[in-house]
């Protein structure tokens, strides 16, 4: 590539370089749910998050929604943010409301979505609750 400004000329050659960021490996501890079956968790140490799975089934459209202290109906404590994972990919990343609004996907194979809930801010602790459901009112 070459660059010229005013009576100025550089040139520079770049190579193109793959870069491998990581795989999403499946937590050894996770909970599973059940659909339309509310699954009440609680962060009790700062940094910590709570690993959710559920089995799916390609083809087939599921939601998530959750209960926390500013989006739900008041009787939670933290504020949790939410992300989904399956075939080693990010289906969604840190989502903040999932209780008017839930997460929606369509499974493109069959297999285990994990759903990592996590404190909004780093050093919060408390409660909140979790679903999930293939239909499109919040059980």
Request: hydrophobic share 35%; no cysteine.
């Amino acid at each position: 590539m070459t660059a010229t400004s005013g009576n100025v000329s550089q040139t520079a050659s770049f190579t193109k370089t793959k870069v491998n960021v990581g795989i999403f490996t499946p937590p050894a501890n996770h909970i599973p749910l059940t659909n339309n079956q509310w699954m009440n968790g609680s962060i009790g140490t700062y940094g910590d998050h709570v690993w959710y799975s559920f089995n799916v089934t390609a083809g087939t459209t599921y939601r998530i929604w959750w209960n926390d202290l500013y989006d739900g109906d008041g009787s939670k404590t933290l504020d949790v943010l939410v992300s989904a994972f399956n075939d080693g990919k990010i289906i969604f990343a840190n989502n903040d409301d999932g209780w008017y609004y839930p997460k929606e996907f369509t499974a493109s194979s069959n297999g285990i979505v994990y759903l990592r809930v996590s404190a909004y801010y780093y050093d919060e602790t408390g409660t909140f609750a979790i679903v999930y459901s293939t239909g499109t009112t919040r059980p």
